[in-house]
């Protein structure tokens, strides 16, 4: 400290010239046009097929979507006839998608809290270790468990009810529903218990001296507490299971009555992959809903990813 | 099923759903002794375990055992399953192929992001300019694959491309490319995509970290007249070197899993095909049982030790 006051003032402005200079030379133009270039890079594809889905069908097959600025034209045909046209019928699946979704969000996210509250404060001989397995479990990729996964909602033993096939429960959609809940389950445990176990015992410990239950404690103290780790994690299962394709795909078994939209857009890229007046506007419906859900609840996002919660 | 029964379906399940939890909750809101507790316990934690044992832990080991057995599961083969998989030429394009995917998104996904987030730490538009990056998160993989197969569509050279990449090929003067069917380079543009949608998490990631360097380090590389790219190099780099790794690590686990690309992009055609659709492939295509089972098992001997490892760097991180 001494030494900097020291120094003959000539010196200190020579130094702080120099690192002003430094400053610059990170943010010096080759800086700026590299940060410009990777924005560009990063958006222009997605804009292209944005305006696309907008263009007559003849306008989108002839030319690129950058005559789209000398020559404009708009039209709402693709959005409509990939909605209701009877060969794509994208309505449909989004609301299969919609059907998925919402029990594979709560679902888990209810199992999990509760037992991440048991983790956190109920005491038990062996809770640790029990806790320690179910979270080394997320090391285990989804493809290791499908096949057999499959073969117990087909064959239950026990002569259960079978979970997928024709007269299967609630059209086939539990084998889609149970799947993304048992995959989710490890994370959401470990993730929620995280959280639960930095509210300060005093807390807890003060609500049981006054007579209150676990049952008490959980539902008035520790799920309004724990509303943003929800909120977190919630919008992550969220997106994981809209944008899914792997697990509605086997599990879906690719029947038209359960396959989200996600399953029906990677068809119809293999069939009809030169309709790009069709493809871009179903992409876009596809990608309208989380989209806005992330955007709304960015800063939940945020806080869910940097906890770690990022499902392989 | 029309749109109504779907949604008596939905609400039917919710309906039982909470009518379970209610229930457990209910029946284990009286105890309060010591027994009282373990049982609330069991009950709290039961359907979770329960759960994940049926769906996580059995089918897991089933599989290890199926990946011995043959393509019809129906006699023991020792280790054939995994000779295939190393030995037949077909496979080893898949082996190769997951190598470049792992080695070049994890590593050019960090370092465009963190370039980035440094580039536009700080200034004006940080937010908006982060905004563009992390967009692609929130889009499926699939809807990501659409949006470059159209970037990357072809045209012979005398008409006019609809492709941004081959119109910017065409205005330089060179002929139009086959970027999705031309082997081996395709799977370049396959990793492009998957680069595209990774950036996003490791700019958010270490941008958090960049502003969590405490600004007095910062302040005296600077009055010893550190700045620029040796500011970087120096104190960036080494301040998040944990987040750095825990980006990486992350990114390759993700990416060893990649399928969505690759079956909406090529359908594994043209030498694309990686581990996890070749898995699928095996399983659910051409009924090789023991092959999809040995791939299977062969993403999860890869996946264990950098989840491991990320674990542990992650916990580093919490405890700082």
Known sequence: MTAATDLPVEHVVAKQTASSQARQKLSSPWASLFAVVIAVLWTVPTAGLLISSFRPEDDVKSNGWWNIFTDPSFTWDNYDQVLNGTDTDLATYFVNSIVITIPSVIIPICLAVLAAYAFAWIKFPGRDFLFVAVFALQIVPIQVTMIPLLKLYVQPPFNLQPLAGGDAPGGGFYTIWLSHSIFALPLAIYLLHNFMSQIPGELIESARVDGAGHVQIFSRIMLPLMTPAIAAFGIFQFLWVWNDLLVALVFGGGSLDVSPLTVRLAELSGTRGQDWHLLSAGAFVSLVVPLVVFLSLQRYFVRGLLAGSVKG | ?320
């Open chain 2, 1 to 320: 099923m029309s749109t109504g029964e779907k949604f008596v379906q939905l609400l039917i399940c919710i309906a039982v759903f909470f009518g379970v939890v209610a229930l457990i909750l209910l029946l284990t809101s009286r105890f309060r002794s010591r027994n009282g507790e373990r049982l609330q316990f069991v009950a709290f934690v039961l359907p979770a375990i329960a759960l994940i044992a049926l769906g996580l832990l059995y089918p897991a080991i089933n599989t290890i055992y199926q990946s011995f057995r043959d393509n019809t599961s129906s006699g023991f083969v020792g280790f054939d399953n995994y000779q295939t998989v190393f030995t037949n030429s077909e496979q080893i394009k898949v082996l190769r192929n997951t190598a470049l995917w792992v080695a070049l998104v994890p590593i050019v996904s960090t370092f465009v992001g963190l370039v980035y987030a440094v580039l536009v730490d700080r200034s004006r538009f940080e937010k908006f300019a982060k905004g563009l990056i992390f967009l692609p998160m929130a889009i499926s993989l699939v809807g990501a694959s659409i949006i470059w197969k159209f970037v990357y569509d072809y045209r012979d050279a005398e008409n006019s491309q609809i492709g941004l990449a081959n119109q910017v090929l065409k205005s330089l003067g060179f002929d139009t490319y086959q970027f999705l069917l031309t082997e081996p380079w395709n799977n370049l543009f396959l990793i492009v995509i998957m680069i595209w949608v990774q950036a996003g998490f490791a700019m958010t990631i270490l941008s958090a970290s960049i502003k969590a360097i405490p600004e007095d380090i910062v302040e005296a590389a600077k009055l010893d007249g550190v700045g620029g790219l040796r500011m970087f190099r120096y104190i960036t780099v080494p301040s998040i070197r944990p987040s750095l790794i825990v980006v990486v690590t992350t990114i390759s686990i993700t990416t060893l899993k990649v399928f969505d690309i690759v079956r909406t992009a090529t359908g594994g055609n043209f030498d694309t095909s990686v581990l996890a659709y070749e898995f699928y492939v095996q399983s659910f295509r051409s009924n090789n049982a023991g092959l999809g089972a040995a791939l299977a098992v062969l993403i999860f001997v890869l996946v264990m030790p950098i989840v491991i490892y990320n674990v542990r760097q992650m916990r580093k991180l919490e405890a700082r």
